[in-house]
């Protein structure tokens, strides 16, 4: 069954802290794996898109690694600010017959306190 | 330029009305994907459009579903008759549609439809 499962449920940080969320999966055939950002009340926002070949990626103060042998991946974060409270969500897109299937994580609830 | 629009925002409907979401995507996008987040569970797929066509619909619950993207520009949504169960937030969200299908998809901010 194709999964994603995503760790912590939720983390709060101290403001200028650096963390880590783990994303495991399941999906199988992979495709490509994405992190997003959700603010409360808004759509998710690409952070980051990794295929097969990739094992890590950065965008800005974000940086996502791949390890497709152990099918996890994660999402580091350095100098957080308090903008970054949001729920991130690992994705990942497994490779059907009829086109592409996108399991989402269920996301890790990061709150960043002052 | 402009992002993926959903309208309404917030839909509050009685059990067995017929509700009708709408999404427009970034221009020049061809493919064009609604998802579902019920509460406390993940968002899931529904189903993904190329163009005008309907190239994945497995995510769709039920029959009470419909969708549809005439002309290849914005999509709806139709749930009738809504079920208490189908109270969620659902978003739209659209990609140019690249090779190997790693391409990014822009997310709308989503409906809240509740159903009473």
């Known amino acids: 069954k194709n999964q994603v499962e995503q760790s912590p449920q939720s983390l709060i940080i101290l403001e200028g802290k650096n963390c880590t969320l783990q994303?495991?999966?399941?999906?199988?055939?992979?495709?490509?794996l994405r992190w997003y950002k959700q603010d409360t009340g808004r759509g998710p926002v690409s952070l980051t898109i990794m295929t097969f070949s990739e094992n890590t990626k950065s965008n800005g103060r974000y940086t996502a690694t791949l390890d497709a042998d152990t099918k996890q991946s994660s999402l580091h974060i350095t100098a957080s600010q308090l903008s970054d409270s949001a729920s991130y969500i690992c994705v990942v897109s497994a490779r059907g017959t009829g086109g592409f299937k996108t399991i989402f994580g269920a996301g890790t609830r990061l709150f960043v306190k002052a | 330029e402009a992002g993926v629009t959903q309208f309404p925002s917030h839909s509050v409907i009685e059990k067995g009305q017929t509700v009708t979401l709408r999404c427009d995507p970034i221009s020049g996008h061809d493919n064009l994907y609604w998802y579902r987040r019920v509460m406390g569970k993940e968002i899931k797929f529904l189903l993904h459009?190329?163009?005008?066509?309907?190239?994945?619909e497995s995510g769709m619950p039920n029959n009470r579903f419909l969708a549809e993207r005439t002309g290849g520009t914005y999509s709806t949504l139709k749930v009738q008759p809504a079920e208490l169960e189908d109270s969620g937030v659902y978003f739209c969200?659209?990609?140019?549609?690249?090779?190997?299908?790693?391409?990014?998809?822009?997310f709308g901010p989503g409906t809240r439809l509740t159903v009473t």
């Open positions: 994303c495991n999966y399941t999906v199988s055939p992979f495709s490509n």
């Open positions: 459009f190329v163009k005008e066509s309907k190239q994945d």
């Open positions: 969200a659209s990609s140019l549609g690249l090779a190997g299908g790693s391409d990014e998809q822009y």
